[in-house]
């Protein structure tokens, strides 16, 4: 008996899966660098955005095209997978086609059939993709953000998909049992012919060539992945499940701030007294975020999560009106940071060393974030819950309380509030005047 | 003005030994802004022709704090919702409307956690209740066959998903109710949110008032309607830029109602 090729492909399994578990635990890290945030709330909620949001893809057809184009490529992406565990039987135990020892003939011919059609229209999908990206050249694959890496890996992850629809149905259309059968092999009985006039033993070698390549393939997609903006087929899910729940308009308020407010309003509040015995060490806060440290882990997993898909930038009043604020970018610099974060600490045995670097200035600027309005447009698009407004709120907070370096407009205004009530400098005995006017 | 308003304070109301059924939070651009005080009074007509039980605080009303906070002040913020929430508690305010979708939002979402928790509405949610009970009848010659678009303010819209109460209202004037491209949902900001209001914009080759007044001449309107003080600063300006204001009006829905 030949064990080679089940060692081999034991092999490949287990370092395909092993290097990406490895990469997981890093990506769980880095989420893990943000800040702790409360969001146990109200969880069927969250379970049922989960459902229609990213299994359901509700938010992906608000835009036609592209929503009905990816739902072919995300079902056929979830079915075909069904295939994948046949191989790994077969792969390990050197069966060929266990499925079709186990179910009836009919039904996995069904099967097949349905893989076969699926990945015609996965073939065709990507397909219309690629000529979005690269012939229509759509205004929102086009933006200062989305050259070098982040075009490439649109248009990678595209030829993979090609190329493995293409390797399942070579695969099919060369293995003479299975075409012998005539059951399920609707697409590829069209791609048979093809290879007429090939020894049987010819034929073998492609079939398996074929297999191999297929599932090898799919291991380094697999892998592929935590490089690649095509995170989001994994983090699309928890995502939506931890997306807020609030009314968009809704931005939290500090607790921090909250504390010392009410202390400085408290009219009995001794602001020498000491700390109470045993009390824990204030440690001074921060307000607002310079980094991504001072980011929630939410905001940090929503960077993971984003596919650079670019509605919510193509729907941002700034970005349309020719402002450098992209929320997309926000995301991008959001993820690209924590990334170096993340490579500064494995090369310093698990401890961060100030790098001299920070989110704010060296990747995200002051004249992007103060270009928004906070108009939601962003929140609204996003296909997947992610809210790039949060962060560029919670980075002006740190522009304004920690560095006062708002705009001088708004530093006047901000004085006129604090001094007559009002963004104005009206007084506020006045506020009733148009009454009488 | 010959029109006589009836604005009573909540001061005055406590010496009296009223509550009044709602408060009328006015807001800084509905007492100071020239454009915005015509809104401020045409939705006191509303209330008075519906004889509205309210009050509104007068001098005692202070800025919320949304724009601050907006800005990046947390700090401003608080201390102004804190000081407000104070007022308003002590004058055990149950109810609260207001025609300025900030305020609306701000006190709504952000103030409950600091100890303000009151049922707020924006005024076109109360004027819609209003002709829903009867208490509300509008004339429809005024404005019949006009053209109106609708301008969704953010804060209305996205933010609170209210989107049907202004048309529901509009729809009572018997006009011509036309969408721009991007409306509801997708509507696309006037320019004025985030406090973009009381600063230069950033440089960029439009204004984004330019740009949404745009979206609303495609549909070829007699009158932008809008339902907040700022939305309608940016879009009149928007119109002036255009120079079309010979021909297109920004009118808030509460004026339109109230003109009816």
Same mark, same amino acid.
């Given at each position: 008996m030949d064990y080679l090729p089940n060692i081999l492909f034991a092999i490949a399994l287990v370092l395909g899966i092993g290097f990406f578990a490895k990469n997981v635990r890093k990506l769980i890290r880095n989420?893990?660098?943000?800040?702790?945030?409360?969001?146990?709330?109200?969880?069927?909620?969250?379970?049922?955005?989960?459902?229609?949001?990213?299994l359901g893809q509700s938010k992906m057809v608000k835009r036609p095209i592209a929503g009905i184009l990816h739902i072919v490529v995300y079902i056929g992406f979830v079915i075909i997978n069904i295939e994948v565990l046949e191989i790994i039987i077969d792969g390990l135990f050197g069966t060929h086609r266990i499925g079709l020892s186990i179910l009836p003939q009919s039904v996995y011919g069904f099967l097949i059939g349905s $893989?076969?059609? *699926?990945?015609? !229209?996965?073939? +065709? #999908?990507?397909?219309?993709?690629?000529?979005?990206?690269?012939?229509?050249?759509?205004?929102?694959?086009?933006?200062?953000?989305?050259?070098?890496?982040?075009?490439?890996?649109?248009?990678?992850?595209?030829?993979?998909?090609?190329?493995?629809m293409c390797l399942f149905l070579v695969m099919n259309a060369t293995d003479?049992? $299975?075409?012998? *059968?005539?059951? !399920?092999?609707? +697409? #590829?009985?069209?791609?048979?012919?093809l290879f007429n006039g090939l020894s049987e033993g010819s034929l073998h070698l492609i079939e398996r060539g074929a297999w191999w390549l297929h599932i090898v393939g799919i291991l380094i997609f697999l892998n592929y992945l935590y490089y690649s903006k095509h995170l989001h087929i994994l983090l699309a899910f928890p995502n939506t499940y931890?997306?807020?729940?609030?009314?968009?308009?809704?931005?939290?308020?500090?607790?921090?701030?909250?504390n010392e407010v009410k202390l400085m309003m408290d009219p009995n509040a001794d602001p020498f007294a000491a700390p109470a015995e045993g009390a824990e060490e204030e440690v001074p806060a921060k307000f607002g975020a310079s980094d991504v440290q001072d980011l929630n882990w939410v905001q940090?997993?929503?960077?993971?999560?984003?596919?650079?898909?670019?509605?919510?930038?193509?729907?941002?009043?700034?970005?349309?009106?020719?402002?450098?604020l992209s929320p997309r970018k926000i995301m991008m610099d959001t993820r690209d940071r924590l990334e170096e974060v993340g490579k500064n600490i494995d090369a310093n045995n698990g401890t961060f060393v100030d790098d001299g670097k920070q989110l704010?200035?060296?990747?995200?600027?002051?004249?992007?974030?103060?270009?928004?309005?906070?108009?939601?447009?962003?929140v609204e698009e996003c296909p997947v819950s992610i809210n790039p407004l949060s962060i560029i709120l919670d980075m002006r907070r740190y522009l304004v309380m920690e560095q006062s370096?708002?705009?001088?407009?708004?530093?006047?205004?901000?004085?006129?509030?604090?001094?007559?009530?009002?963004?104005?400098?009206?007084?506020?005995?006045?506020?009733?005047?148009?009454?009488?006017? | 003005m010959s029109e006589q308003l009836k604005v009573p304070t909540m001061a005055e109301c406590m010496a009296e030994g009223k509550q009044p059924e709602v408060l009328f939070w006015v807001g800084s651009a509905g007492s100071y802004d020239d454009r915005a005080k015509k809104i401020t009074k045409a939705f006191v007509r509303i209330l008075n022709k519906a004889n509205v039980d309210f009050a509104v605080l007068g001098s005692e009303e202070s800025c919320t704090g949304d724009v601050a906070k907006r800005a990046g002040n947390e700090f401003l913020f608080q201390m102004q919702a804190m000081m407000n929430i104070e007022v308003l508690n002590a004058y055990e305010i149950k109810n609260i409307v207001t025609c300025d979708p900030h305020s609306f939002n701000c006190i709504k979402n952000e103030y409950p956690s600091l100890g303000g928790n009151y049922n707020v509405k924006h005024h076109t949610q109360f004027i819609k209740e209003l002709i829903d009970s009867g208490k509300l009848k509008v004339q429809q010659h005024t404005y019949k066959g006009k053209r109106i678009t609708f301008h969704d303010p953010c804060y209305l819209g996205r933010a609170n998903n209210e989107y049907d109460a202004p048309r529901v209202v509009l729809s009572t004037l018997d006009a011509n109710l036309t969408e721009m491209k991007r409306h509801r949902a997708t509507a696309l900001c006037c320019g004025a949110g985030g406090a973009q209001m009381f600063k230069e914009?950033?440089?960029?080759?439009?204004?984004?008032?330019v740009l949404r007044t745009e979206d609303a001449l495609e549909t070829n309107p007699d009158i932008i309607a809008t339902g907040c003080p700022y939305c309608n600063t940016m879009m009149t300006d928007g119109v002036k830029a255009k120079e079309k204001e010979d021909s297109i009006t920004v009118l808030d829905v509460a004026e339109l109602i109230a003109n009816s």
């Amino acid at each position: 008996m030949d064990y080679l090729p089940n060692i081999l492909f034991a092999i490949a399994l287990v370092l395909g899966i092993g290097f990406f578990a490895k990469n997981v635990r890093k990506l769980i890290r880095n989420i893990k660098l943000g800040q702790d945030v409360d969001v146990s709330d109200n969880k069927s909620q969250r379970w049922k955005n989960m459902a229609m949001i990213a299994l359901g893809q509700s938010k992906m057809v608000k835009r036609p095209i592209a929503g009905i184009l990816h739902i072919v490529v995300y079902i056929g992406f979830v079915i075909i997978n069904i295939e994948v565990l046949e191989i790994i039987i077969d792969g390990l135990f050197g069966t060929h086609r266990i499925g079709l020892s186990i179910l009836p003939q009919s039904v996995y011919g069904f099967l097949i059939g349905s $893989f076969e059609i *699926l990945a015609v !229209g996965v073939l +065709i #999908s990507v397909i219309l993709f690629w000529i979005r990206r690269n012939v229509i050249k759509l205004k929102r694959f086009l933006s200062n953000e989305m050259t070098g890496w982040p075009k490439n890996d649109g248009n990678i992850i595209l030829y993979f998909e090609v190329v493995l629809m293409c390797l399942f149905l070579v695969m099919n259309a060369t293995d003479t049992s $299975f075409q012998e *059968l005539n059951s !399920g092999n609707v +697409i #590829s009985q069209y791609i048979a012919p093809l290879f007429n006039g090939l020894s049987e033993g010819s034929l073998h070698l492609i079939e398996r060539g074929a297999w191999w390549l297929h599932i090898v393939g799919i291991l380094i997609f697999l892998n592929y992945l935590y490089y690649s903006k095509h995170l989001h087929i994994l983090l699309a899910f928890p995502n939506t499940y931890y997306g807020s729940l609030k009314p968009k308009g809704e931005f939290n308020n500090l607790d921090a701030v909250t504390n010392e407010v009410k202390l400085m309003m408290d009219p009995n509040a001794d602001p020498f007294a000491a700390p109470a015995e045993g009390a824990e060490e204030e440690v001074p806060a921060k307000f607002g975020a310079s980094d991504v440290q001072d980011l929630n882990w939410v905001q940090l997993l929503n960077a993971y999560t984003c596919t650079e898909c670019g509605r919510c930038t193509s729907s941002c009043p700034a970005n349309l009106t020719g402002k450098k604020l992209s929320p997309r970018k926000i995301m991008m610099d959001t993820r690209d940071r924590l990334e170096e974060v993340g490579k500064n600490i494995d090369a310093n045995n698990g401890t961060f060393v100030d790098d001299g670097k920070q989110l704010l200035g060296d990747y995200i600027t002051n004249e992007e974030l103060w270009a928004c309005t906070t108009c939601n447009a962003c929140v609204e698009e996003c296909p997947v819950s992610i809210n790039p407004l949060s962060i560029i709120l919670d980075m002006r907070r740190y522009l304004v309380m920690e560095q006062s370096a708002a705009p001088t407009e708004l530093n006047n205004m901000m004085t006129n509030i604090e001094n007559n009530g009002a963004p104005w400098p009206y007084n506020q005995m006045d506020r009733l005047n148009w009454k009488d006017e | 003005m010959s029109e006589q308003l009836k604005v009573p304070t909540m001061a005055e109301c406590m010496a009296e030994g009223k509550q009044p059924e709602v408060l009328f939070w006015v807001g800084s651009a509905g007492s100071y802004d020239d454009r915005a005080k015509k809104i401020t009074k045409a939705f006191v007509r509303i209330l008075n022709k519906a004889n509205v039980d309210f009050a509104v605080l007068g001098s005692e009303e202070s800025c919320t704090g949304d724009v601050a906070k907006r800005a990046g002040n947390e700090f401003l913020f608080q201390m102004q919702a804190m000081m407000n929430i104070e007022v308003l508690n002590a004058y055990e305010i149950k109810n609260i409307v207001t025609c300025d979708p900030h305020s609306f939002n701000c006190i709504k979402n952000e103030y409950p956690s600091l100890g303000g928790n009151y049922n707020v509405k924006h005024h076109t949610q109360f004027i819609k209740e209003l002709i829903d009970s009867g208490k509300l009848k509008v004339q429809q010659h005024t404005y019949k066959g006009k053209r109106i678009t609708f301008h969704d303010p953010c804060y209305l819209g996205r933010a609170n998903n209210e989107y049907d109460a202004p048309r529901v209202v509009l729809s009572t004037l018997d006009a011509n109710l036309t969408e721009m491209k991007r409306h509801r949902a997708t509507a696309l900001c006037c320019g004025a949110g985030g406090a973009q209001m009381f600063k230069e914009p950033e440089k960029g080759d439009k204004d984004i008032n330019v740009l949404r007044t745009e979206d609303a001449l495609e549909t070829n309107p007699d009158i932008i309607a809008t339902g907040c003080p700022y939305c309608n600063t940016m879009m009149t300006d928007g119109v002036k830029a255009k120079e079309k204001e010979d021909s297109i009006t920004v009118l808030d829905v509460a004026e339109l109602i109230a003109n009816s």
